[in-house]
């Protein structure tokens, strides 16, 4: 067994502060990433937690990211914001708009928001879920790097093309899920290959397009999408409301900055903002309520709410603090110091 | 082999048209209902054919649906579009509201479409992939009764809850995907059930909460969500957007009128318009054919796009008509006289 580390959550964000800041991002993006991989963190997101600091600082070393870019809010039309993110990192970008688009939503009922140009590498539930603790009902998807091969097919193409939905819960923790149209997030299968993990074999194909338990083949090959063609359509939804309705890129035209491949880094995002107070009037409390026996329903099940296991880790987090491998810890320590050097 | 008819697809518009409006149909709802159920026929979506004239029928026989009610479209804010189709069907509804929706998308660049109180049937892609011929994008989903369980559990809850998707593409049928988020749609085990045709394991439930491939058994079970915990978030939130959020039933709280159960056989349906133009303005042309370059990357692989087997059906059918079960004829027919009695 690895050792592990606990720390405060004020702990934790100094540390991502600081190293982000040394390594030369200005204080607004250290600020916006780490209130991200901090809340991943805490909600034992570890795919999306600190140790994508390290991704951070490694794309940044290679121009993957402006560090100090400031977002540009513009106007499309009544109901549509847009955001260029500047090679910025998208969660600046997302803040900047995120009040525009909050505006707009409780004018006309719905509202889009188009963030392009953006490094992205974050979970996207912390963006929906600030939405609906606004009151909202929030969809968002972006399109990552071509990593997956469409249903009937073996070659990377698709981006893991994640969604995620949030929906406000009146005294309560929203209603929440993320997650890729692969099998599992990329970055899962990157923490298979950093711990030398053995992949379940229908996750993905190697480069020949042969199944294959071996994580670094996987990321060399193709993931597969979940649920078989329905999540590969989802998937193209996604590249499409995300890249050319956004005007920005498909998944095959873009590229980790880690990788030599072709493409460029950047590509965009799509947020869509409903207020139910819109459509429902002062039915909307009486409604946000009636939707309550759909959870209670699941509840009495037995089965779980797909935000359920992270609400619960937040709370311990909160209460306990954070733990994180020592191995990640020393590494994120060494980082920081070492951009002093 | 059960022997086959085929027919014109005028010649079957004229047997749909006449058996609704003799069974009570007004000449709106037989119209739209028709056009719908053809379409589906025509694409060889036989789940969606003309043999839901049959349910249409038997539906309105025990009072499921209001033959003749006229649908109010209703303004509830500039982006949102309600209609009240009044117990009637949801086809109907549908075109009344279509050209305010579209009109709004157009104006604001996101526009929603909340439908309520309607007798539900059909398949949903007839509906966005008329949007997506007027240039539009669009996604509708609609919650119907509690035949699925969601994923850890083993009751009815969820309904099948699908969900479809129509992009526009120039000079090309649009790009359009429709599914439940059940394993498949009810329809296609109704269908076993009728042709005495066992179904894989892993569709359904039994009423005991056992894995079967009787489809009696799995009509009176629970069907299981595609995609396991993945899918079963998806059906939640098709729940909620197409039920609460616009003011009506969750799939629990609804029936098929032929089913003695608690409940109404009425519920809601969610459309969200996006009109590309607003996001894109004069770049739009260009960004539909940066879009075109997904689609061929798919097909370079040897998969195939989710319209294309139903597009190639629809060239089919317009040349050689529409080739149906002569039981499934002779049933029609016999349904079409017997109003007469």
């Known amino acids: 067994m690895d050792e592990t580390i606990t720390l405060s959550l004020d702990a934790l964000e100094t540390l991502s502060l600081e190293l982000l800041i040394r390594h030369g991002f200005d204080e607004a993006h250290a600020a916006a990433i780490t209130r991200s991989v901090v809340a991943a963190q805490r909600d034992e997101c570890h795919s999306h937690g600190v140790y994508r600091l390290i991704g951070c600082v490694e794309t940044l070393r290679r121009g993957g990211v402006s560090p100090d870019a400031t977002p540009e809010v513009t106007e499309a039309s009544s109901g549509v914001v847009r955001v260029d993110a500047g090679r910025g990192c998208s969660l600046l970008a997302f803040e900047h708009a995120r009040p525009v688009l909050i505006d707009k939503a409780r004018t006309h009922g719905v509202a889009l928001l188009a963030l392009n140009n953006a490094f992205h590498f974050s979970a996207l539930w912390p963006e929906v879920e600030s939405l609906a603790e606004e009151g909202l009902v929030a969809l968002a998807m972006t399109p990552s ?27 309560k923790a929203p209603f929440t899920f993320d997650f890729a149209t692969s099998r599992v997030a990329r970055g899962e299968i990157e923490l298979c290959r950093r711990s030398g993990t053995a992949i379940p074999d229908d996750w993905a194909v190697d480069p020949d397009g042969r199944a294959t338990t071996d994580p670094a083949r996987a990321l060399q090959g193709a993931m597969l999408t979940f ?28 590229r980790p900055a880690d990788d030599d491949g072709a493409g460029r880094p950047w590509h965009g995002e799509l947020i869509v903002a409903i207020d139910p107070r819109r459509l429902l009037g002062d039915d909307m409390e009486r409604q946000l309520q009636h939707a309550e026996a759909l959870f209670e329903g699941v509840l ?42």
Chains 1, 2 share one sequence.
């Open 145 to 171: 790097h071509a990593f997956v091969a469409p249903a009937g097919g073996q070659q990377p193409l698709l981006g893991t093309n994640p969604i995620a939905f949030s929906w406000p819960r009146p005294g």
């Open 227 to 254: 649920g078989g063609h329905k999540g590969s359509a989802l998937s193209i939804m996604v590249e499409l409301l995300a890249g050319p309705l956004i005007g920005d890129l498909l998944g095959h035209e873009t």
């Open 300 to 341: 009495a099940q037995g089965a779980r709410l797909p935000s359920q296991r992270r609400h619960e880790a937040r709370r311990r987090s909160r209460e306990h603090g954070v733990t994180i491998s020592a191995s990640l810890y020393r590494e994120l320590t060494r980082l920081r110091e070492a951009a002093e050097g």
